[in-house]
């Protein structure tokens, strides 16, 4: 898509505000216009040199209630006009927030959260003044056109020595435009390296301190934020150079009509209404040229906004980043939509036939990888770092698109996983679980009505109960940022409980119990798998976990080596046995 | 020592130990026993309520920050990466480190042959986020940064606990190498890194319940320790015995 057809798709996600907003801007080119003329009886009838019927005091009045219409209507507008602003910068914001929910293995995993941010205040802000500007044009437009109506009556010579300097404005603007992109991208690139780098910090305070690398981090951010001083000078010296072109015309255009008028007025066939139509008529060219060299500068670098969006996107999902959506500005959120519950739905297998994804970096990933999880069964993955356990979970979920294969669920093709595999009939925990600078009740929540579940439940099958018990505030403990306040176990725990609480029918677990002691960790294998009708299909490195599934899949290399119970697979498979002698130097 | 977070409740309750240099002490505990907090007293992230830390017998509220931290090297379970390159992230972005001193760290560590398999070497870039890199990979990273500040005493906090073992088993020789001649301090949940380790201090809801020789602990069948180890092994059994091929039973 380009950046015309985004703009368009964004403008008609709200058709009345942006037909509203172009409405009051052309009711405001009206009321600029007027004046003009009336200016021009004025001086004409002053100087006797014309004569209507109205004196000049009824023009003086006319005039003073044009500016005050004007005043109101251009309030109105500025407030329309930044509504629609809010409006659209939200609508993208949303719409990508909810992309990257739903595939959060996409474009954003591939830099740092900082930088993520950067697209989404920078970028949408970006897209969002091009619109203004475009409505601000229609006003600009619809009163050039009117100038030019009538200066062309009076003179075309001197209509065309006004309107040519701004003919040439256009010619140079245009020819700057591949290097205005250029040097957008390039700042905002450097833009969001700095605040990529911060969140990076900010994460690694500890380890910068431990290692007494304060002053180095600081030098180095330091080196980042100079470079971003330099491109975005770049960038701003271009922009504002073009600006003052345009500004420039202004000047040359009177000077111009100065020249040429004051030939005309003495041979007579000027008269000085019409100097007056033409001074009170320049300014306001001025701005047109301006307004036009400022849309051709913010098309171009809202197509580079847009293509830094959709970069977080898949190409073919760029669309969805206009659509129009709910923003629930007012009143209390929305309720999530209750998935609808049929039988049929009821959780009996799920599977993967030839599922292929490869990381597109690394060409690391899974290659046809078959497995069917059957209802009430424990399935284990295994596989030493790297041979693709968590991209295959990441795949079954759709956080990541498959490239081939299919997902089914219970016999049926799943045609998009990130949004049927959610809960109640699916939950997930990651293999480093992402918590919220919130209290442990909403972190485990996550949005879920507290009455409609059992949370108590889900905090004794994650053995978190003896925790709760010794912290200050109980479930209303405030976590800090990332939960440091918890220790590794907790948080590992608190995600378990936030799975739990979900109540799903199919548990994908992704190394949960790395930061466990022997005993907590039994205990929740043990919590896990006495709910009843739990299915669960697990990532795990630990045997404690391989001794208490019904099966195991050994991935090698991203394909399926084996598949079999532990002790078939200790006869049988080669990689087996070394993951498990590997682990033999326990005792 | 004692420490408390929030002014009430204890973390850590009169907690008294000593480590001599060159010798390496592990500690053990169930999850929120207090092992991580005393990590992050040693390095003076928090002072202690009551009681003191000594270093080499000097207070170490005494030292300047520094120079305590430039003592010590501590490795984590999460490792903290930059998108930069590999030298940077080994040199916390400081040019002054030259490469043949990163090179002989990562030799000295036995990841030679990992690092010639880098794309690049030491001017890789890391993706952000660390994607390009293996959990396994990282820790490797961690290690190496240690190595290069030649602490005294280095703290390993649960620092292998996400790896398959047969990447664990690659990390420990550098593991070994690492603490070879140094003190240490291992806080652990997995047992398998315990080895190395002459002394065993278990902690319980902030206190001390067993503290002891690991030889001496092992051999008597009601230490802690010793029911953690038959705990572990036990975990290690396949299912039915018979059919370990390897004849483990």
């Given at each position: 898509?380009?950046?015309?057809?985004?703009?368009?798709?964004?403008?008609?996600?709200?058709?009345?505000?942006?037909?509203?907003?172009?409405?009051?801007?052309?009711?405001?080119?009206?009321?600029?216009?007027?004046?003009?003329?009336?200016?021009?009886?004025?001086?004409?009838?002053?100087?006797?040199?014309?004569?209507?019927?109205?004196?000049?005091?009824?023009?003086?009045?006319?005039?003073?209630?044009?500016?005050?219409?004007?005043?109101?209507?251009?309030?109105?507008?500025?407030?329309?006009?930044?509504?629609?602003?809010?409006?659209?910068?939200?609508?993208l914001r949303r719409n990508l927030l909810a992309r990257l929910l739903a595939r959060p293995g996409l474009g954003a995993a591939n830099e740092a959260t900082g930088a993520t941010l950067s697209r989404f205040r920078d970028d949408a802000a970006q897209v969002a003044n091009l619109l203004a500007l475009l409505c601000y044009g229609v006003s600009v437009a619809v009163f050039a056109i009117g100038a030019l109506w009538l200066l062309l009556r009076i003179d075309y010579l001197l209509t065309i020595a006004v309107f040519g300097p701004l003919i040439a404005t256009i010619v140079i603007m245009r020819r700057a435009m591949g290097r205005l992109a250029r040097y957008r991208a390039e700042s905002r690139q450097a833009t969001g390296r700095v605040t990529g780098s911060l969140g990076e910090m900010f994460a690694a305070v500890q380890?910068?301190?431990?290692?007494?690398?304060?002053?180095?981090?600081?030098?180095?951010?330091?080196?980042?934020?100079?470079?971003?001083?330099?491109?975005?000078?770049?960038?701003?010296?271009?922009?504002?150079?073009?600006?003052?072109?345009?500004?420039?015309?202004?000047?040359?255009?009177?000077?111009?009509?100065?020249?040429?008028?004051?030939?005309?007025?003495?041979?007579?066939?000027?008269?000085?209404?019409?100097?007056?139509?033409?001074?009170?008529?320049?300014?306001?060219?001025?701005?047109?040229?301006?307004?036009?060299?400022?849309?051709?500068?913010?098309?171009?670098?809202?197509?580079?906004?847009?293509?830094?969006?959709?970069?977080?996107?898949?190409?073919?999902?760029?669309?969805?980043?206009?659509?129009?959506?709910?923003?629930?500005?007012?009143?209390?959120?929305?309720?999530?939509?209750?998935?609808?519950?049929?039988?049929?739905?009821?959780?009996?297998?799920?599977?993967?036939?030839?599922?292929?994804?490869?990381?597109?970096?690394?060409?690391?990933?899974?290659?046809?990888?078959?497995?069917?999880?059957?209802?009430?069964?424990?399935?284990?993955?295994?596989?030493?770092?790297?041979?693709?356990?968590?991209?295959?979970?990441?795949?079954?979920?759709?956080?990541?698109?498959?490239?081939a294969g299919e997902i089914r669920w219970n016999g049926q093709p799943v045609a998009d996983p990130s949004s049927w595999c959610v809960s109640p009939r699916v939950a997930y925990t990651p293999q480093v679980p992402n918590l919220f600078s919130d209290t442990l009740r909403d972190n485990i929540l996550l949005g879920l009505p507290e009455e409609g579940v059992d949370l108590p439940g889900a905090i004794r099958a994650a053995v978190l109960e003896r925790d709760l018990a010794t912290f200050p505030a109980g479930l209303g403990t405030l976590i800090g940022p990332r939960g440091v306040r918890l220790s590794g176990g907790q948080v590992q725990r608190a995600a378990a409980a936030r799975m739990l609480v979900r109540e799903a029918e199919l548990l994908l677990v992704d190394d949960l119990s790395s930061a466990l002691d022997l005993e907590t960790e039994r205990q929740l294998w043990v919590g896990l798998l006495a709910r009843p009708d739990t299915t669960v299909l697990a990532v795990s490195q630990r045997r404690a976990a391989w001794r208490h599934a019904d099966r195991i899949i050994v991935l090698n290399k991203g394909r399926v080596e084996a598949t079999g119970t532990l002790d078939d697979l200790l006869v049988r498979c080669e990689e087996m046995q070394q993951l498990w002698s590997a682990g033999e130097g326990t005792t | 020592m004692s420490f408390s977070y929030d002014g009430t409740d204890l973390t850590l309750d009169g907690v008294s130990f000593t480590l001599a240099p060159g010798r390496t002490i592990s500690l053990l505990g169930r999850t929120g026993s207090g092992k991580t907090t005393l990590a992050r007293l040693l390095l003076r992230f928090h002072d202690p309520m009551g009681g003191t830390i000594r270093l080499d017998g000097v207070d170490i509220r005494a030292a300047r920050i520094a120079e305590l931290r430039a003592r010590i090297g501590l490795v984590t379970q999460e490792v903290q990466l930059f998108a930069a390159s590999i030298r940077d992230n080994l040199t916390f972005f400081d040019p002054a480190v030259p490469d043949h001193a990163l090179l002989t760290a990562i030799d000295g560590l036995g990841l030679g042959a990992w690092f010639d398999a880098l794309p690049a070497g030491l001017d890789t870039i890391l993706a952000p986020g660390a994607t390009s890199l293996s959990a396994g990979e990282a820790q490797l990273l961690a290690l190496v940064r240690v190595f290069l500040t030649d602490p005294g005493l280095v703290i390993l906090d649960e620092a292998s606990s996400r790896l398959d073992p047969a990447t664990e088993r690659l990390i420990a020789g550098a593991l070994d190498r690492l603490l070879a001649g140094r003190t240490g301090i291992i806080i652990a949940h997995r047992l398998a890194t315990l080895r190395r380790v002459d002394t065993i201090l278990v902690l319980e809801g902030g206190r001390i319940v067993e503290q002891g020789p690991r030889e001496a602990l092992m051999r008597d069948h009601g230490s802690r320790f010793a029911r953690l180890l038959a705990a572990d092994f036990a975990s290690n059994l396949p299912t039915d015995p018979s059919t370990d091929p390897a004849g483990r039973a």
């Open positions: 898509m380009n950046t015309w057809n985004f703009t368009w798709r964004l403008l008609r996600g709200r058709p009345w505000l942006a037909l509203l907003n172009v409405a009051l801007a052309t009711v405001i080119a009206v009321l600029d216009l007027l004046p003009g003329p009336i200016l021009r009886a004025f001086f004409d009838r002053l100087t006797g040199q014309a004569g209507i019927g109205v004196g000049p005091r009824a023009l003086i009045g006319a005039l003073l209630a044009i500016a005050l219409a004007r005043t109101i209507i251009k309030t109105t507008a500025v407030l329309i006009s930044e509504l629609h602003d809010f409006l659209i910068g939200a609508t380890a910068v301190q431990v290692a007494g690398a304060e002053s180095h981090l600081i030098a180095h951010f330091r080196r980042l934020n100079e470079e971003r001083r330099r491109l975005l000078l770049r960038d701003a010296v271009l922009t504002r150079g073009l600006g003052a072109v345009s500004a420039g015309t202004v000047g040359l255009g009177t000077g111009l009509i100065l020249l040429f008028a004051a030939g005309a007025l003495r041979a007579g066939t000027f008269t000085v209404g019409d100097f007056t139509l033409f001074a009170y008529y320049l300014p306001f060219v001025g701005e047109f040229t301006r307004v036009v060299g400022d849309t051709l500068t913010s098309y171009r670098q809202a197509g580079v906004a847009f293509a830094r969006l959709a970069a977080l996107l898949d190409g073919a999902e760029s669309r969805l980043l206009v659509a129009p959506a709910p923003l629930s500005l007012r009143g209390p959120l929305p309720a999530l939509p209750p998935l609808p519950q049929r039988s049929r739905d009821r959780f009996m297998a799920f599977e993967a036939i030839n599922l292929t994804y490869r990381h597109q970096s690394a060409g690391r990933g899974i290659v046809g990888v078959d497995l069917r999880v059957e209802r009430g069964t424990f399935v284990v993955i295994v596989g030493r770092v790297g041979a693709g356990k968590t991209t295959l979970l990441r795949t079954l979920l759709g956080q990541l698109p498959a490239e | -």
